[in-house]
């Protein structure tokens, strides 16, 4: 069955880091793009970040560049982002999700995980 | 940028509904379609604006090209109330609509 496990969030005060993974099973994780896409509460969708799937090509919208990095281990078939000087506004359900076609950072997203939440307060 | 319409709708069992997205510059045919319902990940229903993903019912049809795209529900079923949201992938970012909520009437 192809799944996308998400963990790592959490409630962290402004200003912290934290880390995100998502454990990919089921399909050949080295052969796609996968991207992190978020939903604040009561909100629509924002893509957040996508690496091809080599791991050279990366990308961020622009409220995250700089502060937020993705990355892939190719060995344990698993995508992180590392968080860090979190702000109130990056508080939503983070999900992972992976590209439909292949290595197309921008495409289709065929296969979603559950969502991990990540609350930034004092 | 793109825009959906409406934002919400009411509609009752066995109904045709269709929303619409309307993207800011021309994205060619890279327009797909998902399905949100509370508290679960959104599931792509159409990609490449009007190709049906494996497994999604037929009563789903999308068409469109250029700026302007449609998702068409024929003959509205219980469980097509949910929220549906258009993206954009000709470019990077890929950008999604605001979603559309349809309600039972």
């Known amino acids: 069955e192809v799944q996308l496990l998400e963990s790592g969030g959490g409630l962290v005060q402004p200003g912290g880091s934290l880390r995100l993974s998502c454990a990919a099973s089921g399909f050949t994780f080295s052969s796609y793009a996968m991207s992190w896409v978020r939903q604040a509460p009561g909100k629509g969708l924002e893509w957040v970040s996508s690496v091809s799937a080599s791991g050279d090509y990366k990308d961020y919208t622009d409220s995250v560049r700089g502060r937020f990095m993705i990355s892939r281990d190719t060995s344990k078939n698993t995508l992180y982002l590392q968080m860090n000087s979190l702000r109130a506004d990056d508080t939503a359900l983070y999900y992972c999700?992976?590209?439909?076609?292949?290595?197309?950072?921008?495409?289709?997203?065929?296969?979603w995980g559950q969502g991990t939440m990540v609350t930034v307060s004092p | 940028h793109m825009t959906q319409s409406p934002s919400s709708l009411s509609a009752s069992v066995g109904d045709r509904v269709t929303i619409t997205c309307r993207a800011s510059?021309?994205?060619?045919?890279?327009l797909n379609w998902y399905q949100q319902k509370p508290g679960t990940a959104p599931k792509v229903l159409i990609y490449?604006?009007?190709t049906l993903q494996s497994g999604v019912p037929s009563r789903f049809s999308g068409s469109g090209s250029g700026t302007d795209f449609t998702l068409t529900i024929n003959s509205l079923q219980p469980e097509d109330f949910a929220t549906y949201l258009c993206?954009?992938?000709?470019?990077?970012?890929?950008?999604f609509g605001q979603g559309t909520q349809v309600e039972i009437k």
């Open positions: 510059q021309s994205i060619s045919t890279s």
């Open positions: 490449g604006a009007s």
């Open positions: 999700a992976k590209a439909f076609s292949g290595d197309y950072v921008s495409d289709a997203f065929d296969i």
């Open positions: 993206q954009q992938s000709y470019s990077v970012p890929p950008t």
